[in-house]
């Protein structure tokens, strides 16, 4: 399943299943079939199995199947980020040609790291699609782009191993780690990475079971429809079943904590001379399977 959080006619916030170009709202299939399923999309995780079954089910049958008001044009509705995490736990110099640049441009090690280096970016930093990222330049000039894979988890998952790692990932999206290059401080990221709007997400969750090797997905970047980042998961130097198994070796995840798997080379700090985003831009980033997110620039001042 293909699922979206999405308002129609100012409503409240809702989840549906994309299917093409047809949003279907799955509170109201299940309602006119006498079931229950939640209206939002972590309630949706938190239900486990019985409301995936259900929801699959009663989608089996197709549009022709579909009650008039369960269904929406996708141009008719206004998507919103999938869900808001509980944590978002980010992952850096995960591809190892990005280590390289970022010995060069970001004076962090040259060695490629032993164990995944991790972060934190606050549940405030998210915004949805086509929603602005904010540039203030009286606190940035250095604001950069990183493409990255989004794991949504979807069982508790604390000391997990490697090979359960993928019993407890409810699906993938798309992060883009916006960083504000010039605020890391004293080696530290998160101002740098956690401000407001520097957690694009989205545009939607697509359940697992519809990626069956994200190990081998197309990821790229573009700017003002211009190529920066283009890569594939299968380079990251620790595979997602070792991010889960080695962050849950202390930390716990639950359902709808986010893993942002890590950026590939291109990021604008590695440019050569240097690249950032300015207003007016616009940044559509790619993951296969996945789709696209887009979001532009504005001047935040």
């Known amino acids: 399943m293909r699922l979206v959080s999405y308002t129609h006619d100012a409503s409240p916030l809702r989840l549906g299943a ?42 089996a049958g197709g549009p022709a199947a579909w009650p008039a008001e369960a269904v929406h044009r996708i141009e008719e509705v206004s998507l919103a980020a999938p869900l808001r995490p509980g944590k978002i736990i980010g992952v850096g110099l995960n591809y190892v040609e990005h280590v390289e640049e970022s010995s060069r441009s970001l004076d962090t090690d040259k060695e490629r790291p032993s164990r995944p280096v991790l972060f934190s970016k606050p549940a405030t930093a998210v915004t949805g699609p086509g929603q602005p990222i904010l540039h203030n330049a009286d606190l940035t000039t250095q604001l950069d782009w990183e493409c990255e894979l989004a794991v949504v988890i979807g069982r508790t998952a604390f000391r997990v191993s490697e090979e359960e790692a993928y019993e407890h990932i409810f699906g993938y999206s798309i992060v883009n780690d916006i960083s504000a290059r010039d605020q890391r401080r004293s080696g530290q990221w998160f101002f740098s990475k956690g401000q407001d709007s520097y957690a694009p997400f989205g545009p939607a969750v697509v359940t697992a079971d519809e990626i069956p090797d994200p190990m081998a997905l197309d990821l ?39 893993i942002a798997t890590g950026s590939p080379a291109g990021v604008g700090a590695g440019m050569v001379p240097p690249e950032f985003l300015h207003p007016g831009d616009t940044v559509e980033a790619t993951v296969e399977g996945v789709g696209t997110l887009t979001n532009p620039v504005v001047d935040a001042r």
Not at 31 to 50: H, K, M, V, Y
Not at 225 to 249: C, E, W, Y
């Open 220 to 258: 790229s970047l573009r700017v003002n429809g211009v190529t920066k980042q283009k890569s594939n998961t299968r380079h990251m130097l620790f595979p997602i079943a070792r991010l889960i198994a080695d962050i849950s070796s202390g930390v716990t995840l639950e359902p709808g904590d986010v």
């Open 18 to 59: 994309q299917a093409d170009d047809l949003v279907v709202d799955l509170a109201t299939l299940a309602a006119r079939a006498g079931e229950p399923l939640p209206l939002d999309l972590l309630s949706f995780i938190r239900a486990g199995a019985a409301a995936q079954d259900t929801a699959r089910r009663l989608l």
